[in-house]
């Protein structure tokens, strides 16, 4: 199973998001976890990757399971876990060979297309509700969202 970490960085009112050019979905920027590393370290790592900006004190939001089915058959599984961060240094990334970086205002954010656990994670995140989100998201191989569940429930 792989593991994924990623951050969603507020600034001035704004989200830092990335456009992968597959979809055209919007995601906030991550990747995967390299053996033998925390997941902060990951996401500050992965996230310094993808845009050049290295996070202060990002913290912890949620972690999910993401489960790709095809009929009855689990044909792909990953645990992603998502963090939150306002500080940051560093100078923004003109280009990053994973999308087209963008800062969108934070009333954009769920207008953006995505995928609907991403939408979820987002609503979670920026409504501050200050709970870890625990969650799981199944989906057909072409990321239509089959179901979801959260616990504590009452997110």
């Given at each position: 199973?792989?593991?994924v970490t990623n951050c969603i960085l507020k600034h001035n009112h704004e989200?830092?998001?990335?456009?992968?050019?597959?979809?055209?979905?919007?995601?906030?920027?991550?990747?995967?976890?390299?053996?033998?590393?925390?997941?902060?370290?990951?996401?500050?790592?992965?996230?310094?990757?993808?845009?050049?900006?290295?996070?202060?004190?990002?913290?912890?939001?949620?972690?999910?399971?993401?489960?790709?089915?095809?009929?009855?058959?689990?044909?792909?599984?990953?645990?992603?876990?998502?963090?939150?961060?306002?500080?940051?240094?560093?100078?923004?990334?003109?280009?990053?060979?994973?999308?087209?970086?963008?800062?969108?205002?934070?009333?954009?954010?769920l207008k953006k297309p995505m995928a609907e656990g991403d939408r979820k994670?987002?609503?979670?995140?920026?409504?501050?509700?200050?709970?870890?989100?625990?969650?799981?998201?199944?989906?057909?191989?072409?990321?239509?969202l089959l179901s979801q569940y959260f616990d504590p429930v009452n997110i």
């Amino acid at each position: 199973m792989k593991r994924v970490t990623n951050c969603i960085l507020k600034h001035n009112h704004e989200i830092l998001m990335l456009k992968k050019p597959r979809r055209g979905w919007y995601v906030a920027p991550g990747g995967k976890m390299e053996p033998g590393e925390t997941i902060k370290q990951s996401v500050v790592r992965e996230f310094y990757e993808e845009t050049g900006l290295t996070l202060i004190n990002p913290e912890l939001k949620g972690t999910y399971t993401f489960v790709i089915k095809e009929g009855n058959d689990t044909v792909e599984e990953w645990m992603m876990f998502t963090f939150y961060a306002e500080q940051y240094e560093g100078t923004l990334r003109t280009f990053s060979e994973e999308g087209e970086l963008e800062w969108v205002p934070v009333y954009d954010v769920l207008k953006k297309p995505m995928a609907e656990g991403d939408r979820k994670i987002f609503e979670h995140v920026l409504g501050g509700n200050e709970d870890i989100m625990y969650g799981s998201f199944h989906y057909t191989p072409e990321y239509e969202l089959l179901s979801q569940y959260f616990d504590p429930v009452n997110i």
